[in-house]
């Protein structure tokens, strides 16, 4: 009987990872939510904490004709985050998302501005979305969706550069104006942007993204990273001198499948596993990431 077996995954585990850089970014967004240009001003006009997230999905948390989360319709509806905070954390666990983000506005008033200093965004991560509640208002909200920080062609971090934001609706409430009643749209719309009334279509503000530095990740590092005792009987301490930023651990067989992935500050045990060879790779936040052989006795 001929008997494969497939090395490839192996190729693939066994390596070390470099290359990837993280920008920092400050991050503004500054109304001009005025009379002229958006009808009327309601009293207590205020917004919402300019909340989001970095991630690598586009559409993610939001898009454009399709229906709200219940964490984006309660931004929009009532200015809270929990909700929307939850979907963030759940895209974090999935690595699908990479940090959650909050500011709160400088004054409450209708013109007002949040800033979001020292934002670290990685290139696995390269996509932007942030959402604040247009209050008081039935279910309007400014969006900036999947805003992607990284270049056209994907080699560089984009430079400092500014764009316009506007209002959007919900979709989840039938309210006309500032003060309407809670009106809950039955069924519910996909998420639209304002062009009638109160907005008219017009710029709401704008968003001022602006690059503070460029840090490329010391390949030198990385090699300090080591795993010990090897060979072991099942217990496995990281020696982590220089202090990189691990964010999961993941310990192949030498097949190639994944038989365990636990988070960096989780203890390490494979006594339940089988003794033999087992590869055991430490991703750090950036996704950069160093495989090590491990024998289990």
């Not at 390596?15 to 850089?21: L, N, P």
């Not at 929009?76 to 699908?96: H, K, P």
């Not at 690059?211 to 090897?230: A, W």
Request: hydrophobic share 40%; charged share 15%.
């Amino acid at each position: 009987m001929l008997r494969v077996i497939f090395i490839l995954p192996l190729l693939c585990l066994y390596s070390i990872v470099y290359g990837q850089s993280t920008a920092i970014y400050d991050v503004t967004f500054t109304s001009i939510w005025n009379a002229t240009d958006h009808t009327s001003i309601p009293n207590n006009a205020h917004w919402s904490d300019l909340v989001g997230a970095t991630h690598n999905t586009a559409n993610e948390f939001l898009e454009l004709g399709q229906l709200a989360s219940d964490g984006i319709k309660n931004v929009a509806e009532l200015g809270s985050n929990t909700n929307f905070q939850n979907e963030v954390n759940n895209a974090i666990d999935s690595y699908r998302a990479n940090q959650w983000l909050q500011q709160s506005f400088s004054l409450h008033a209708a013109i007002s501005s949040a800033t979001l200093t020292n934002v670290q965004v990685n290139e696995s991560y390269p996509l932007l979305t942030l959402v604040s509640m247009v209050a008081p208002s039935p279910d309007w909200f400014i969006a900036i969706n999947s805003l992607n920080l990284r270049t056209e062609d994907n080699t560089n971090w984009k430079p400092s550069f500014s764009m316009d934001v506007y209002a959007y609706d919900a979709g989840t409430d039938d309210g006309i104006d500032y003060t309407s009643d809670n009106i809950a749209s039955n069924p519910p719309v996909g998420i639209y942007k304002i062009n009638g009334t109160p907005f008219n279509g017009n710029v709401i503000g704008s968003l001022t993204v602006t690059l503070q530095s460029v840090l490329n990740v010391d390949k030198s590092n990385f090699e300090t990273l080591s795993i010990y005792p090897n060979p072991t009987h099942g217990e496995i301490v990281i020696s982590n001198p220089k202090k990189i930023q691990l964010k999961t651990i993941e310990v192949y067989n030498v097949l190639g499948e994944l038989i365990k992935c636990i988070k960096a500050t989780q203890p390490i045990n494979l006594y339940q596993s089988p003794k033999g060879i087992y590869f055991v790779r430490l991703k750090a936040d950036n996704d950069q990431h160093k495989t090590l052989k491990l024998v289990l006795q």
